[in-house]
């Protein structure tokens, strides 16, 4: 019981400010990406670990648990970690660092329209680190034995490799049987590079049928005492239409290893949120993220 | 991670008797207000304390979570504490120690029709307590940026001072936008005073624009060993139709500081639950309550 | 506050792979009621205790919190244990250590179309146990006063006896006001003997007005080492329509007392998930289970 499980989570929640081309400006608390986990692990001896997660989503704007995040089952070694369950796919997983802006306004979802899945019945192996160098890959099934309602099946393959300041990523995902009946393949490649204070990166996804568009991202960020500025422009070139761009400028201050608040300004010609006002708008987010 | 964390919670649950005016008496089991939550709290340096809470409905009589409760962020210091996310409006926390019945057959809110919101995306700020007094604001905004499908706007008010025995409350509540579009606007006034083991407390409140109403409570208690006996009358006066009257009586058991069970009898012209039956009725609760 | 909580579940996660008999083989991920818990006590003097626990349905396969299980508070003595919430009927829990595939794919609910309730507004009492024997009782109130939607009455009985390796018990249970307006009666008797590592078992279920049928399981298992071989065999015999039979045959492997993981196969004429596919079929379940 009790000892066994660890649990964890993160309050992130914002108040924002946005701007729309056409309608008056708003205002609005949200929730972004706040969640509770229980974890555990057991130690089944020869090296072999068993794992176990289950993280859900809290709404710390209005209160309530929501959907799942990662949540598994699985067993770790030497030879490296197999699970099943609810997961982020390797591709989400292969350029999530290189999002430094992650679930905050200027999150690259919102800016450059990156495609990221968290899979339902998700069956994924990650090998070791070999000098750097972790490949994950993951097969969801197609089929609805459970009744859950998730029939979409998919694969999806990513490498990341990491050395002193250097990262590098590549994925590869299909998604079979969407909504609509229709098929997707995607790729994306991203870099990172530390030097000191400063961080570059970038990331460039072709998300061949299922939006049908080429995006990218640029950002970086450069540390100061217990601060961080952070920039990013970002642009999704549809096949059929014509290019937007976006761009966020943030400031984030440390007040431990746990809790940050920060400021930034984010405008979009595509909209920064999938809800209420879309189309062209600019936005001041201010937040607070505590760890625990 | 753990160590940061305090799960806390209460298990509320009664067996009730109800007889309506009219149709036969029934009996069921109810969960009332039950919760758990997750809160902790960061010392972030100078006098200044990084908190939050997730609280959340559990339904001890068939199980499962529901609604957020308290639910923030904020930062605590010498100057007040502010927090944003979903919380008690001012107006509800102002004569909320004045409920002695409160989550019972008796509540309040139902003997007296007193309106309490817990609102979401609220913004506020709790002052010091200076001598007694401390005050406390909040605001909703009106707009629904983040989807969730909250776009009524409020904003709440409150003063409360405690000295010796005596507790005085005011508030004043503005809602906008409601279900409807109507806008509503009420104040409240409450004051409770303890001598030895009695205590006796009274609230008004001018529901304007919401129920249209006037709503009067006043109850009293008498402490005996680990007993407790309570009792209140309360009456809804509404603008365009008739008065109504309500009370209450129970008997109070604490086995601890922390578990208590209870018998209580209450009847009211204008029923003691939003659900079946409606109308006037009488029942007996009986109920148990423990808090870890 | 913590201190007095004990958190634990179990992670039971399947790969199934599925062979209608008419259609195309399929494999999905499955949660098999995969939980997470809290629970506490109390010590209230004079040998009495205030027991309570809020148990949840976890999806590990697809992520988040589901429908409740067992939830409740109650007084434990030496008069035995009266609790009133979310509970296992005694019907259900009179053989529920007879169901040597409990959550798996041959879970005997599936293969012997056992029905087992999980009752909403439940108050039960469970008798001490004398000398082996132990009673339990429950009620189920048929009214609707907190709008939960639950106004189906029951009441359920049952006997259990143990002693050496031998199990035996009895049940009968009444179902008022289901949906639909029928009434049920059904009685159900079980008994078990363990052997050094040999255990069999076996079930009657008359499941009166409510499936109209006669329900049969035979198991046994045989352990060696950390190993556990299962077999059982079960029929339903409906009133009205023709007999149908299911068989599985499983291997446990246990890493420890909290981890196992099996593969196991069952073949029933009358379907082994209420969903996709329905009919007869086979299929191999790959499964983990870690208690925590």
Same mark, same amino acid.
Do not use: C
């Given at each position: 019981?009790?000892?066994?499980?660890?649990?964890?989570?993160?309050?992130?929640?914002?108040?924002?400010?946005?701007?729309?081309?056409?309608?008056?400006?708003?205002?609005?608390?949200?929730?972004?990406?706040?969640?509770?986990?229980?974890?555990?692990?057991?130690?089944?001896?020869?090296?072999?670990?068993?794992?176990?997660?289950?993280?859900?989503?809290?709404?710390?704007?209005?209160?309530?648990?929501?959907?799942?995040?990662?949540?598994?089952?699985?067993?770790?070694?030497?030879?490296?970690?197999?699970?099943?369950?609810?997961?982020?796919?390797?591709?989400?997983?292969?350029?999530?660092?290189?999002?430094?802006?992650?679930?905050?306004?200027?999150?690259?979802?919102?800016?450059?329209?990156?495609?990221?899945?968290?899979?339902?019945?998700?069956?994924?192996?990650?090998?070791?680190?070999?000098? =750097? /160098?972790? &490949?994950? $890959? %993951?097969?969801?099934?197609?089929? *609805?034995?459970? #009744?859950?309602? +998730?029939?979409?099946?998919?694969?999806?393959?990513?490498?990341?490799?990491?050395?002193? =300041? /250097?990262? &590098?990523? $590549? %994925?590869?995902?299909?998604?079979? *049987?969407?909504? #609509?009946?229709? +098929?997707?393949?995607?790729?994306?490649?991203?870099?990172?590079?530390?030097?000191?204070?400063?961080?570059?990166?970038?990331?460039?996804?072709?998300?061949?049928?299922?939006?049908?568009?080429?995006?990218?991202?640029?950002?970086?960020?450069?540390?100061?005492?217990?601060?961080?500025?952070?920039?990013?422009?970002?642009?999704?070139?549809?096949?059929?239409?014509?290019?937007?761009?976006?761009?966020?400028?943030?400031?984030?201050?440390?007040?431990?290893?746990?809790?940050?608040?920060?400021?930034?300004?984010?405008?979009?010609?595509?909209?920064?949120?999938?809800?209420?006002?879309?189309?062209?708008?600019?936005?001041?987010?201010?937040?607070?993220?505590?760890?625990?």
């Amino acid at each position: 019981a009790t000892a066994d499980v660890t649990i964890y989570g993160k309050v992130h929640t914002s108040i924002d400010f946005v701007d729309p081309d056409s309608g008056d400006s708003i205002y609005d608390v949200t929730s972004r990406a706040s969640r509770l986990g229980f974890k555990g692990s057991e130690d089944l001896g020869d090296g072999l670990k068993l794992i176990w997660k289950m993280e859900t989503t809290y709404n710390t704007a209005e209160g309530g648990f929501g959907s799942g995040r990662n949540t598994y089952i699985g067993l770790a070694g030497g030879w490296g970690t197999f699970l099943y369950g609810k997961h982020d796919t390797p591709m989400k997983m292969s350029t999530g660092k290189l999002d430094i802006f992650g679930d905050e306004m200027g999150d690259y979802n919102a800016t450059a329209g990156l495609v990221d899945i968290r899979a339902n019945d998700a069956i994924a192996y990650v090998s070791p680190n070999f000098s =750097g /160098l972790t &490949l994950v $890959g %993951a097969v969801v099934p197609d089929a *609805d034995y459970d #009744g859950d309602g +998730d029939f979409g099946g998919a694969y999806s393959v990513a490498a990341m490799y990491s050395n002193g =300041g /250097l990262f &590098l990523a $590549g %994925a590869y995902e299909q998604l079979d *049987d969407l909504v #609509g009946g229709a +098929d997707a393949n995607h790729w994306r490649i991203g870099a990172g590079f530390d030097m000191g204070a400063f961080h570059i990166g970038a990331v460039y996804a072709d998300q061949g049928d299922l939006t049908s568009s080429d995006n990218y991202v640029i950002n970086g960020s450069w540390k100061f005492g217990n601060n961080k500025l952070k920039a990013e422009w970002a642009q999704v070139d549809p096949d059929n239409g014509s290019k937007s761009d976006a761009w966020a400028i943030g400031l984030d201050h440390n007040f431990s290893k746990r809790t940050k608040m920060y400021v930034q300004y984010a405008d979009s010609e595509h909209g920064l949120q999938s809800t209420n006002p879309s189309g062209e708008q600019s936005g001041v987010s201010f937040g607070m993220v505590h760890k625990f």
